[in-house]
Structures are given as structure tokens and as C-alpha cells.
């Protein structure tokens, strides 16, 4: 028997992506090999919420829901910023 898992993935990984490259211009100091190091960052911070199709999520959030899931990834991503731009900034003080 051979199943295809390919369609689950984790919810969170797209608006992410699409957040960390909206924010990026307002941190010059990181460059495009910086940018992946903040999604990771940002989405550990949000754990994990896994799905087969994003229709299927957005159906069975409220209005509310969905506003609060996108402030959540917000504060994540800006925190992630944060946390990368301090740690490179601390490498480059060595």
C-alpha cells in the first residue's frame, strides 16, 4: 500500500513566508541568507498546525479566529527579526 502524504503541511509556513518577505525591507541590516533563519525562528515560535488544504482551515475559522491567527503571525515574525538581527549583530562584535 503505498499513501501519499504530500498534500500536509504545516499551516503556518505560508503566511509566514509571505510575512517575513513583506517585513524584510524595514531590516536592511539582514540580507536574503538571513531571511529562511527568521521564518524558522518565527515558526517554532508558533508551533505547529498541520493541514491538507488551507480551504478546509479557513472554512471552519471564525472572523475573530482568523484575525487573531494573523496578529499571532505577526508578533512571531517581528519577534524573529528581532532575535536574528541581535544574534548577528553579536557575531559581529567577536
Known amino acids: 500500500m503505498s499513501i501519499?502524504?504530500?498534500s500536509v503541511h504545516n499551516?503556518?509556513?505560508?503566511?509566514?513566508?509571505?510575512t517575513v518577505v513583506r517585513l524584510a525591507p524595514?531590516?536592511?541590516y539582514l540580507d536574503a541568507e538571513a531571511l529562511p533563519d527568521v521564518a524558522c525562528?518565527?515558526?517554532n515560535r508558533l508551533g505547529a498546525r498541520y493541514i491538507r488544504h488551507s480551504v478546509d482551515l479557513t472554512f471552519y475559522l471564525t472572523e475573530k479566529e482568523r484575525l487573531a491567527m494573523d496578529?499571532?503571525?505577526?508578533d512571531a515574525v517581528t519577534f524573529a527579526f528581532e532575535f536574528v538581527q541581535a544574534r548577528m549583530a553579536m557575531r559581529a562584535r567577536r
Do not use: K
Open 4 to 6: 501519499d502524504f504530500t
Open 11 to 18: 499551516h503556518y509556513e505560508r503566511p509566514v513566508f509571505d
Open 26 to 28: 524595514g531590516y536592511p
Open 41 to 43: 525562528v518565527a515558526l
Open 71 to 74: 496578529e499571532t503571525i505577526s
